[in-house]
């Protein structure tokens, strides 16, 4: 389907050409709003939501994706029992925050590897809004590789790498668990 784009020319002045909207235009994804507020300790960072969570409008909303399991086991709060709209208010109790490292990116499916042409997040931005912060988790390889890239000059804060709680990256649960639960120091 064409698409109409006005374009301006320094010889002919504003312009109106069609192209062709591309494969691309429809993979390209956004994040959700970040889930943070001044009682925020501790912010984990996603890459960018994938296919299931995107279809629910939810952060994490993939049953086999074992964040939900990971942040009840780092907050003691009973997460997994409660509907979505509780859990965010019981993180945020808690002094826990979430968004995602990237804005917006071209991906088909949901794989981080497949994210290309992306646009990152207003972090420093957030940060700054937050005055009780002490950490930030990243989410797997592609949220810590991009955002500690955009975060490197906070020394204030600790910067921190986990494994995915993706079901694709197949560590066990347990192993991810020695990574995660020492974020509950961040929360004291």
């Not at 960018?48 to 009840?72: C, V």
Request: with cysteine.
């Amino acid at each position: 389907m064409p698409v109409i784009v006005r374009r301006w020319s320094t010889t002919h002045g504003w312009g109106t050409v069609a192209a062709m909207s591309s494969d691309a235009d429809a993979d390209r994804k956004a994040s959700f709003a970040p889930v943070a507020d001044a009682r925020t300790r501790l912010l984990v960072l996603g890459s960018l939501p994938g296919e299931k969570s995107l279809a629910a409008a939810q952060y994490y909303a993939n049953p086999q994706n074992q964040f939900w399991r990971l942040m009840q086991a780092v907050t003691g709060a009973p997460l997994l029992s409660l509907p979505y709209g509780e859990r965010l208010e019981m993180l945020l109790a808690a002094g826990v925050g979430l968004w995602d490292v990237v804005g917006s990116a071209v991906r088909p499916g949901s794989l981080d590897t497949a994210i290309r042409d992306h646009q990152p997040n207003a972090l420093p931005e957030l940060c700054e809004r937050l005055p009780a912060l002490r950490a930030v988790a990243f989410n797997g390889g592609a949220s810590a590789k991009l955002g500690r890239k955009i975060l490197a000059g906070r020394r204030d804060l600790a910067l921190i790498p986990l494994p995915s709680s993706s079901p694709a990256h197949t560590l066990r649960f347990a192993r991810k668990l020695e990574s995660w639960g020492p974020l509950a120091a961040y929360l004291d």
